[in-house]
């Protein structure tokens, strides 16, 4: 029994390695047979890109930039989008979100409309819009600022109004610069008809 047992084993093993073989070239051939053939025109159309429209306007989707003042803030900037401006070096971006971090800790957040970063002048002017949020709990709203990208230097020089710990406030302009008297602490100076109102406890 265990000699017969043995010899159906290995013919049955014979067996399957040819009939496997075989069943499975069958199964692709009817594979291939069934199947529909290709049409190139009827190719998916998930990234239509309009190659003309990006020849005349080249653009970038979701650029990012990031830097450190001679002073050692750190400043990141990122977009919705980007594309080159008409003067040579400079680029323009819609919705904008830029980070400011200074050595002591602060973190300045701006957000703007538009921007346009000048490298030449090491210059972005933020505008159409313009929301900043100091670390201290301040909140400027301007219709344009500049914000420089060698040092910390952020100014403005159109109305603003701000919230602050202390009040409203509204004024012609305002800078934040690092304290000459004390490099590692920072100036947030109104300038021109400045008109405050008190909030005592605020």
């Known amino acids: 029994m265990r000699v017969a047992g043995a010899d159906l084993h290995s013919r049955l093993v014979g067996w399957l390695k040819v009939a496997l073989p075989l069943t499975a070239l069958a ?9 529909d053939r290709i049409d190139p025109d009827a190719a998916i159309p998930y990234a ?18 990031a830097g450190t003042t001679s002073d050692g803030a750190g400043i990141t900037l990122s977009a919705a989008e980007a594309h080159p401006a008409s003067v040579d070096q400079n680029a323009v971006a819609t919705t904008v979100l830029a980070l400011v971090e ?4 602060q973190t ?21 819009g313009v929301d900043l949020l100091t670390g201290a709990g301040y909140r400027v709203e301007t219709e344009s600022l500049s914000a420089s990208l060698d040092r910390t230097r952020i100014e403005s020089a159109a109305p603003v109004k701000v919230t ?3 009040g409203d406030l509204i004024a ?31």
């Open 27 to 35: 199964i692709l051939s009817t594979l291939f047979l069934l199947a």
């Open 102 to 105: 200074t050595p002591d800790g």
């Open 108 to 128: 300045t957040q701006i957000t703007a409309t538009r921007a346009e970063l000048d490298t030449t002048a090491q210059l972005l002017r933020l505008s159409e």
């Open 48 to 65: 239509e890109v309009d190659v003309e429209d990006l020849a005349r306007d080249p653009r970038m989707s979701a650029p990012a930039y």
């Open 164 to 166: 602050a710990p202390m």
């Open 172 to 202: 012609d302009g305002f800078t934040l610069t690092q304290d000459p008297d004390d490099p590692a602490a920072y100036l947030l100076v109104f300038k021109g008809g400045v008109k405050l109102v008190y909030q005592p406890g605020g």
